[in-house]
């Protein structure tokens, strides 16, 4: 399923993270680290550079716990885009894309046939595409360019 792979994909980047995270915390309180005189300023950097790190696993893991949570619905042609649906869509010049609506995973396109582009209700086409249904058309007002779009499927 779409939220078995973005899980997969969200675990492999927090793993990485974790791992960076680790390497970058021992590197902060290494011996090489302090500070050989007073504008010496490696072990502040990396220190910053840790504490940035260990939020970003914190995101990542709040993250991963949402979309773990996230139950999957049945989309019918006729029901509501909400979360968890898989939307296919046509922009006026032609390019179809298929997106999915997740609590989290923002961004991330996960390969295959077809390429699926994971989008949350905080961006603007996530928000106009909520509640809308198969054969709805919208416009979406991107970097000031008004973009046509027709909703082609959802399940």
Known sequence: SVKARLLRDLTARLERMIASANETRLGAIHEESRPENAKDTRGLEASYL???????????????????A????????????ALSAL????????????????????GIVLEGEPEIQVLTSETPLG???????????FTLRIQGRVQEY?????S
């Open 70 to 81: 996230l139950r999957l619905r049945e989309f019918g042609p006729d029901d509501p885009i």
């Open 150 to 154: 027709e909703i082609v499927a959802v």
């Open 87 to 106: 939307v296919e869509i046509e922009r006026e010049d032609g390019l179809r894309r298929v997106v999915f609506l997740s609590p989290s995973g923002g």
């Open 50 to 68: 840790a504490r940035g790190q260990a939020f970003r696993v914190a995101e990542l893991t709040d993250e991963k716990l949402r979309l773990e």
């Open 127 to 137: 928000r106009a595409l909520l509640g809308k249904r198969a054969g709805d058309d």
